[in-house]
């Protein structure tokens, strides 16, 4: 016990204690405090946060807290598990300072090749419990069995044999030190360590190995001979009386315990332990259970432990999952004491988000036995006595305030006096209680401490239901705000208490209390206070129940409930209530009525009023008891009770019929009477029988109704695949650089779905059927059906192998887009570090693994889509799904909306409203007469669980009803007419016909022992009557493969057609008309979509154990459908097969039918065509209808897409499609499209139009078997309640519970969900009000610290939608045009559009080689110029005078009106890696060039001003550089101020360098900011180049904005309205300008003058390609010689024309323009001399004296080009060069818009041409646009008004005076 605080002592602290001391001695009564330095020195109490240099590291918490709960998962406490062991985990990890981490163990390596797996030792020999429990074990003498717990494998015990002189007495002594121990799996003797012993057992620990600390129990075997868990091993003497204890104690959690109990009967993380029987294993006298002690969760740590609820101590040793875990719910705490307290008024936690909120406040119980490890004396947190020898902690009072801390009624706070615990506070539990009462009373924790249980604990259970409810938690002032509360008006104990009783009144003899339910009455109840209160005005509270009223009020209320409500009050403790009602219980007779519930009070005057509530109503009792267990733990205890043989009992009642004869002797004598014969199988009544061989060979008639699969996609379908993409548009652009999709070209994909055989093959089908996998280029066609199985992994033990397969196709393939579709996503999504995979749940944390992992997350490459019906689990506090990339069906509510589909959705709230439409037979159903029979059964068999009796029961109704409807008609009274009339309809409708059609038959049983019991005994009774033939009877095993007998695939096969001879069925679609009884088992539904003929869903199973809106709703979605609009509109005409009208159904079923013959069924040709989720009838449409013979419509209703809706911009050639593929089309076009209905026959493929069928019409005459209506679906009472008609208007019940078993409410005070919420609302509610569980995998998404944000990862999408409304088929399609929009992006439209005004016929130009790379100046110069404009974009403009045009007659020029926009020809070209782009192009090679680093790069550019004088301007001009950072090496700064001086220019004497070009680009650039083609880097081969933006003044920060690391040029603002004209001037003058600095200055340095580099680069903002041309000689043939091209970069343009010879006597140099066009004839001559135009080399040194026109605003060049040839310079264009230009919609010449001033109305009509001049003497212009602008496009328009004589007469030319202008394609210019 040595003292770790030497030398620390402060003296506050000794101070502190001393005080406390001397008023403990004062105040106490019974026992002497300790000594004060017994209390700092010797305490193991001491409180480490009192002094400031123990408080653990935060790091050091979290690393223990995972370690030791999440690191193998559930924490797995036995049933009889006892605070003592939990302490015992503590107590022997003691350090020797209080305030050290735990010091890591290092564990010595196994040796090489031995075992390591946990639960087996060196030697590969098993050692777990539970295998070793029958074995017979030979152990030496002196040495003893004992169990040894491994924090790997909490849930085992390993057995080991050690020699008992080593292990403690009875009173925890004489032990001796050391360790003597045996293995007892190989044998190995001798081992005198225990680390070594440790090490050989595979402990694999993180501690230092002690055996006080690893070996718990002794082993000991029962009177059968087990092997089984005994008493602990009492290793301290202070824990000797607890362990030697024959009389043994259970204590519950309470409210007054500090805790706060997770809903669903977890407590603290830990699932309540229940069995319903008594374990041979386990007997109740070595069970001792204290439920309120708190541990530190972590070493030296003080974070509360949580503590296992092991509520009951039954049954065998039973997993308990760590459900809850203690977290933080948005950071706030709740450390509740003996009231609630308010959170933050304190904390347990070094941080306060681990006291965890609503649901999982820890225990605290005190104090703790560590050393220094405790409460201050003065801490506010009540101490619940233990089980330990006293004196006992207790707090001495409590007050009245609910949100306060607790302060004892005593002059100083919370001074805790030892005392012992009263005899009145324990109650003990009657012998043979359960037996005696057939009644396991359940006590819902109330307020206020329960006491202690001993005794027979194993008959009652604890249940933590309500105490939530209780536990007012601390909101934000808003989120009162929002539910209308103020922070003061709370209710006080006695309005619970009340309120709590009227509740139970409320409920009624059928229902059992919600938790939901109870939260919102309580809410209603502050708000009525609050209103109350605010309506009093003063403030004055309003007069509370005072605790002398309570006894009375508390009768008064619970007197109207016909005795099923009873309170008892008392007035010292709690347990004397329930002393009494347990008393009373276990002397009532059977034939005595007992109260529902009884509520006991305590009015304490000490402690105030407490109470908690104990259940005795048989069936709540039960439902609260069952409630409790998860669905895996309750499946598990289905499944111990069948191996065990608890179900003996009950399999022998039903061995009887009704009747009471011997059900077996019955069936083998009507076996024996119908011999070798079976009942016919199609076509024939009942009783006809024919041999079996005749019977397997008959053969139905072919289906008419089927057809080839086809995959279709519908207009719903279509729009949520839209929705998809526009986010994933969204999240590209978001700027946050996590998806560059310009960087991909390839879309590939891999789809994980549940464990589930069907499901896997059901995807694959759409998969082969959608043709995804052509369509993305991932599988040739022929090979595709073979391949598509590596597309769909199942998430199974397999999956590591697959994954990591697919992982490294994501790395290797960076060009390639993937897309990881999570199917069924809700499912299993368990943490890894949750536990090591359990027993019978082989898919835990497989998804977590998959999902999260780093590699997915880090994938830049990689979309992750997660796919849902039941989306609630991915929608907390902790998810990693932003909501913003959520996409959610869209609503289909109106009808109008849909009035186009001929069917519609049929989902939960379909069903729900169908119960008020006041037909005789609802489509939802509850079966009375059963529930009754089940009831009376439970009270018959209280410890079985009641699905295991509802199974039995179900067997048995199926069977008598088959007997009843064959051979004994005197069974019929006693099947449920629910049961009779399903398997009447089932087995008599292939009679009907020759088809042999039928229905299908659901019945769910989640367990599948008793799924397999159920088939195998429904079998054996078909068989025996003989109907063998007449239907199948299919396991739906999620874990295996369909299996159907052979003849009815033979038949299957036969209705399908051409089905090769090895084909099965694969999927429960392909059993389309087969009369079945599908027993689907399973834990969950998993997605799995059924046939059109399935008709009856029986969930009689599902009962009080789902109570979560999942678990309850994914239920009813085996029976989602889509249905025929009638269903919906007239559903009065549905078949009425009502219990009361079973008779008539049977015996006039025709009549029946002709109800039916208005609704309308489209024939399908094909089980799947409607089937495939690709169609908007994704399960296929579930008929519910016995209407064999309704007559069918002859509609055929199709969807048609406007023929013009697929053109070029889809790259979809419609005129191609081969007519076998039209059936498989789908609408691929990005531009919207709206399905329209039509009855005419599609058009044929050749007209384009894109088909989206409907099934075929059924021809005349024929028969139809099926309407589309919804299957009928037989609900067990609890699961009606919750889900049939709301009341008022209000959502199902149903929507109101727990979202899933997997999160857990954040506060019990919260708003209700309307009945309006769309999804999206529903969402956000959820993200606000849930948070994950421990176990939940997203629970490590944790806020930061810091900024209290959470991490969503940005590739992440969630797609939600209903069940079975084709989410499978939208997902597909979105993948298709995702892979669209990807070639989209890698596509651009150029300009199309051949030369004009060509003539080859005479060409006058000087003969040249065609081979010459470069022009030969001598030769060139002999050229005449031509000055005909050739350029496209000119075709509208007047022509330049040549005496070739005098000659042409009028007549051929066309008239053409310039008024009309005419649309210029594009092409769509693939981009290639030298092309420019705009600013949506990010790739890595070019980021820095781009440089999007926002703020840090603008700062680094800087603003220089340049000033040069203009002759043409008159004046000076100023214009603005803003040269960023890394580009200021190409400019010349003064040495002081850094004043801009001149921009380096190379010398024509420098030698051709690879990686440069000489001259400087100029790119004016005017409203493309985003749009323009700017970047630069890819087509310049990422080589260093001066590059220089040129923009206007308020432009200037967009483009800055956009293009950071770009050199801007900055026009002064007296150019804001100017035209290029003006740009171009600029451009040119200052280059001039800068040309001559630099002269001088490289003067200096004795470079002559014309050795400067003259040449400068202007080219347009849409310059995207650029092109070499060759042509090539076909001299042999006399056809023309064809042209190659080849796209090459914009370097090697240049690079190419500055190498020309004597390039310096040239003025501009230029390249032609591209065209599909282009011949050889046109690539001729290699050179011309012509105009060039959009991008030009300018010899700015030659061209010094002709300008640009700066008032210009169209024809520019071309002006430039004329005046430039008339000053006798040369002009050159390279024609083996081209250049694409993209058509770009935005910026240039449109941004004018020509309006008036001043606007007098909003729709004035466009302004004419003629109208842009006004007087000369008119002050002001009336028009909003320069006035250059506006002459320039009045010319254009006017020149038939100006210049009658020249139009259209080329003799007559206008003469224009050194310049061109445009005015109009009528005129010539001279």
């Known amino acids: 016990m040595g003292n770790s605080y030497a030398g620390q002592l402060k003296s506050a602290q000794f101070e502190e204690a001393l005080h406390n001391s001397i008023e403990a001695s004062l105040r106490c009564s019974s026992v002497v405090p300790r000594p004060i330095f017994s209390q700092l020195y010797l305490d193991p109490d001491q409180h480490p946060f ?299 936690s070094p941080r306060p988000s681990y006291a965890s909120g609503d649901q999982a406040t820890m225990f605290i119980s005190g104090p703790p036995k560590k050393r220094h490890r405790g409460w201050y004396p003065g801490s506010p947190v009540p101490q619940p006595g233990l089980v330990v020898p006293v004196p006992t902690v207790r707090p001495l009072s409590r007050t009245e305030s609910l949100l306060s801390a607790p302060v004892p009624q005593t002059p100083l706070t919370g001074i805790l006096q030892p005392r012992p615990i009263p005899a009145g506070e324990t109650v003990i539990v009657p012998e043979n209680l359960l037996s005696n009462s057939g009644v396991r009373p359940v006590i819902l924790i109330g307020y206020g401490t329960l006491p202690y249980f001993y005794g027979n604990v194993g008959d009652i259970v604890v249940s933590p239901l309500l105490v939530n409810c209780y536990k007012i938690p601390q909101l934000e002032n808003k989120d009162l705000e929002h539910l209308g509360l103020t922070g003061s008006q709370l209710l006080s104990v006695e309005n619970m208490i009340l309120l709590t009783i009227q509740y139970l009144v409320r409920l009624g003899p059928d229902q059992i209390p919600l938790r939901e339910e109870f939260e919102q009455i309580m809410l209603k109840a502050m708000q009525e206070f609050t209103l109350r209160e605010r309506a009093l005005q003063m403030g004055a509270q309003c007069t509370p129940v005072s605790p002398g009223q309570l006894p009375w009020l508390a009768r008064l209320v619970a007197s109207v409930s016909q005795d099923l409500v009873h309170v008892i009050v008392t007035q010292n403790s709690l347990a004397e209530g329930i002393s009494e009602t347990l008393r009373t219980l276990s002397e009532m007779r059977h034939y005595q009525r007992l109260p529902d519930y009884v509520v006991a009070i305590c009015a304490s005057k000490i402690r105030g009023n407490e109470f908690c509530v104990v259940v005795l109503g048989q069936h709540q009792s039960r439902a609260l008891a069952e409630s409790m267990l998860t669905t895996s733990e309750f499946l598990k205890e289905i499944s111990y009770e069948l191996i065990t043989g608890k179900v003996s009992f009950l399999a022998s009642h039903f061995k009887t019929t009704s009747l009471g004869d011997d059900l077996d002797k019955l069936l083998d004598k009507m076996q024996q009477r119908r011999g070798e014969s079976v009942v016919t199988p199609f076509n024939g009544d009942l009783n006809e029988c024919v041999s079996a061989q005749e019977a397997a060979a008959m053969i139905p008639t072919q289906n008419l109704d089927l057809d080839n699969e086809t995959f279709q996609i519908y207009q719903p379908q279509l729009t949520v695949a839209r929705k998809l993409l526009s986010q994933v ?138 796919v849902s019906s039941f989306p609630y689990t991915l929608q907390t506090q902790q998810s990693r799904i932003s909501s913003s990339n959520e996409v959610h069906w869209i609503q289909l509510d109106s009808m109008e909306d849909m009035s186009c589909q001929e069917k519609l959705y049929f989902g939960l709230n379909e069903y729900s409203k169908s119960l008020q439409w006041g037909i005789t037979s609802p489509l939802l159903r509850c079966d009375e007469t059963f529930e009754k029979m089940v009831n009376t059964l439970l009270e018959r068999y209280p410890r079985l669980h009641s699905m295991v009796v509802r199974c039995y029961l179900l ?132 997605g799995e979509t059924f046939p059109r003929s399935l008709k009856y869903c029986d969930l009689r199973l599902i009962d009080s154990s789902y109570l979560t809106r999942t678990a309850l709703e994914q239920e009813v979605g085996l029976a989602c459908c889509y249905v025929s609009k009638e269903v919906i509109r007239g559903p009065a005409v549905a078949l009425d097969l009502s219990g009361k009208e079973q008779e008539r159904a049977t015996t006039s079923e025709n009549d029946a039918d002709e109800l039916l013959i208005d609704l309308e069924r489209p024939q399908s040709n094909s089980s799947a065509v409607t089937g495939t989720s690709g169609s908007i009838m994704e399960n296929g449409v579930s008929s519910s209808s016995t209407a064999d013979k309704s007559q069918k419509l002859s509609l055929t209703p199709g969807f048609q897409s406007p023929a013009n809706s697929v053109g070029l911009d889809e790259g979809v050639s419609a005129g191609t499609a081969g007519a076998g593929e039209t059936l498989k089309q789908e609408c691929d076009s990005l531009g919207p499209q709206l399905a329209s209905s039509s009855t005419s026959k599609p058009p044929p493929p050749s007209s384009g139009a894109r088909a989206l069928p409907w099934p075929g019409q059924a021809p005349r005459g024929c028969r139809g078997l099926h309407a589309a209506l919804p299957p009928v679906v037989i609900l067990s009472k609890a699961a009606y309640s919750l889900l049939g008609a709301p009341r008022g208007g209000k959502p199902p019940a149903s929507s109101s519970l727990l979202p899933h078993a997997d999160v857990a409410w954040v506060s019990a005070l919260r708003p209700l969900l309307h009945k309006d919420m769309s999804s999206e609302e529903q969402s956000l509610y959820y993200r606000q009000w849930t948070s994950a569980r421990q176990h939940h995998a997203d629970f490590s998404n944790q806020p930061d610290p810091a900024s209290g944000a959470r991490t969503c990862h940005p590739r992440r999408l969630l797609l939600t939608g209903p069940p079975q409304v084709g989410k499978t088929g939208s997902y597909l399609q979105f993948l298709r045009i995702l892979f669209r929009m990807l070639i989209r992006l890698l596509e651009v439209d150029v300009y199309d559009e051949g030369e004009i005004n060509t003539d080859h016929s005479e060409s006058s130009e000087v003969s040249q080689s065609e081979g010459e790379p470069w022009p030969d100046i001598e030769s060139f110069s002999k050229m005449p110029f031509d000055v005909s404009v050739h350029d496209p974009k000119y075709s509208l403009m007047s022509l330049v005078y040549t005496e070739k045009l005098a000659g042409v007659k009028q007549e051929a020029i066309k008239d053409s009106k310039a008024e009309e926009p005419r649309k210029r020809g594009t092409m769509s070209m693939m981009l290639t890696k030298y092309a420019a782009y705009n600013t949506f192009h990010h790739c890595e090679q070019c980021h820095q060039y781009m440089d999007f680093t926002s703020a840090a790069q603008m700062s680094d550019s800087t603003l220089h001003a340049f000033t040069f004088s203009s002759s043409m301007l008159g004046e000076e001009v100023q214009l603005y550089f803003i040269i960023p950072k890394s580009k200021e090496s190409h400019f010349v700064f003064s040495k002081q101020g850094k004043h801009l001086e001149s921009m380096r220019l190379p010398l024509v004497s ?88 630099e002269r001088n200055r490289l003067e200096e340095l004795g470079v002559k003058r014309q050795c400067v580099w003259p040449f400068i680069v202007v080219m347009d903002d849409s310059c995207v390609l650029w092109n070499i041309h060759s042509v090539q000689d076909q001299s042999s043939q006399p056809m023309e010689a064809g042209v190659s091209s080849k796209n090459v970069s914009l370097k090697s343009v240049l690079q190419h024309i500055e190498a020309t010879p004597k390039i310096i006597h040239y003025a501009i140099l230029g390249i032609q323009k591209w065209s599909s066009k282009l011949t050889s004839q ?144 009528e005129v010539l210019i001279f």
Not at 962 to 987: N, V, Y
Not at 1058 to 1076: A, I, K, M, S, V
Not at 1586 to 1596: G, I, R
């Open 1722 to 1865: 046109s690539l001729k001559a290699p050179f011309s001399r012509c105009h060039v135009h959009d991008f030009i080399l300018l010899n700015i040194d030659l061209t010094q004296n002709v300008q640009y026109d700066f008032n210009r605003y169209f024809c520019e060049d071309v002006d430039f080009n004329l005046r430039t040839n008339s000053s006798g310079l040369l002009i050159c264009r390279f024609n083996n060069f081209s250049l694409m230009k993209k058509h770009v919609q935005v910026g240039g010449q449109r941004d004018f818009i020509i309006k008036p001033k001043i606007m007098v109305s909003e729709s004035l009509a466009p302004i004419l041409p003629l109208q842009y001049v006004c007087a000369p003497d008119s002050e002001h212009t009336l028009l909003a646009a320069p006035a250059q602008f506006l002459l320039e496009k009045f010319l254009q328009h006017a020149s038939y008004k100006l210049f009658p004589k020249a139009i259209h007469n080329f003799k007559s030319p206008v003469l224009a005076i050194d310049c061109y202008l445009n005015i109009g394609p």
């Open 50 to 348: 009192s002094s400031a240099d123990v408080k653990p590291k935060v790091e050091d918490l979290d690393k223990d807290l995972v370690h030791r709960y999440t690191q193998n998962g559930s924490l797995d406490f036995s049933n009889n598990l006892t605070v003592n062991e939990m302490e015992d985990d503590e107590d022997d990890e003691e350090m020797s300072d209080s305030n050290s981490p735990p010091i890591p163990y290092s564990q010595k390596p196994a040796p090489e090749g031995s075992c390591t797996t946990d639960g087996f030792c060196q030697a590969g020999k098993d050692l777990r419990l539970v295998s070793l429990c029958m074995e017979q074990i030979d152990i030496p003498a002196g040495f003893l069995l004992v169990g040894a717990k491994s924090p790997n494998l909490p849930e085992h015990i390993l057995v080991c044999a050690v020699d008992k002189r080593f292990l403690p007495d009875d009173h925890g002594k004489n032990a001796l030190l050391g360790f003597s121990g045996n293995c007892i799996g190989c044998g190995e003797r001798g081992f005198r360590y225990f680390t070594e012993f440790s090490n050989h057992i595979n402990l694999k620990l993180t501690t230092q190995p002690k055996k006080q600390k690893h070996l718990k129990y002794y082993l000991v075997r029962s009177s059968q001979g087990v092997l089984s868990k005994g008493p602990l091993i009492c290793w301290k003497e202070c824990r000797s009386r607890q362990s030697s204890a024959t009389c043994h104690s259970m204590k519950p959690n309470s409210s007054g315990s500090s805790t706060v109990t997770p809903e669903n009967g977890t407590t603290n993380g830990y699932k309540s332990g229940f069995i319903q029987t008594d374990s041979p294993i386990l007997s109740s006298a070595n069970s001792a259970i204290n439920l309120s002690g708190a541990q530190d969760l972590t070493r030296n740590k003080n974070v509360v432990k949580p503590l296992a609820l092991s509520l009951q101590v039954v049954g065998k040793t039973f997993a308990a999952d760590a459900a809850n875990g203690n977290s933080s719910h948005g950071g706030k705490s709740s450390a509740s004491s003996s009231t609630p307290a308010r959170p933050g008024n304190y904390s347990l």
């Open 729 to 866: 548009c969204a999240i590209a652009d978001s700027g946050s650089q996590s998806l560059d999709l310009g960087h991909f070209s390839k879309v590939d994909f891999i789809i994980i779905v549940p464990r589930s055989e069907v499901l896997v093959q059901q995807t694959l089908q759409r998969i082969r059927q959608s043709g995804v996998l052509v369509d993305l280029g991932l599988e040739e066609n022929g090979t595709a059906y073979q391949r598509a199985e590596k597309y769909v992994v199942r998430l199974d033990n397999e999956i590591q192998t697959k994954f990591e397969v697919f992982m490294r196709r994501v790395k290797q393939n960076p060009y390639t887009l993937f897309v990881l579709v999570h199917d069924n996503s809700h499912v299993e999504l368990t943490s890894v570090i949750s536990g090591s995979l359990s027993h019978g749940e082989p898919s835990h944390g497989l998804a977590d693994r998959v999902i999260n992992c780093r590699e997915v997350l880090e994938a830049f490459n990689l979309l992750v889509l997660q």
């Open 955 to 1086: 067997i048995q109704q199926y069977s008598e009803a088959l007997m009843a409807l064959t051979t004994m008609a005197s069974l019929r009274d006693h099947s449920t007419p629910e049961t009779l009339s399903i398997m009447d309809d089932l087995i008599s409708s292939p009679g009907k016909t020759r088809s042999g059609r039928g229905h299908m038959l659901i019945i769910r049983v989640p367990s599948v022992q008793l799924a397999m019991l159920a088939k195998e005994r429904l079998q054996e009774v078909r068989d025996k009557l003989g109907l063998q033939y007449r239907f199948e009877i299919i396991l739906g095993n999620p874990a295996s493969e369909l299996s159907v007998a052979t003849h009815f695939v033979a038949r299957l096969k036969t209705w399908r057609g051409n089905e090769p001879e090895e084909w099965t069925p694969r999927t429960y679609q392909d059993l389309e008309g087969l009369p079945c009884i599908v027993i689907l088992t399973g834990k969950d539904p998993l």
């Open 1550 to 1637: 420098d030698k051709q360098n690879l990686n440069a070009v000489k001259s400087p680009i100029f790119t004016p650039s005017s409203g493309r900011h985003e749009h323009g083609l700017l970047n630069l880097f890819h087509a310049m081969e990422g080589i260093s180049h001066l590059h220089l933006l040129v923009v206007k003044e308020y432009e200037m920060p967009l483009y800055r904005k956009y293009w950071p690391n770009h050199i801007m040029l900055v026009l002064p603002g007296m150019f804001n309205n100017a035209g290029v004209g003006a740009a171009r001037f600029l451009i040119k003058e200052l280059s001039y300008h800068n040309l001559e600095l």
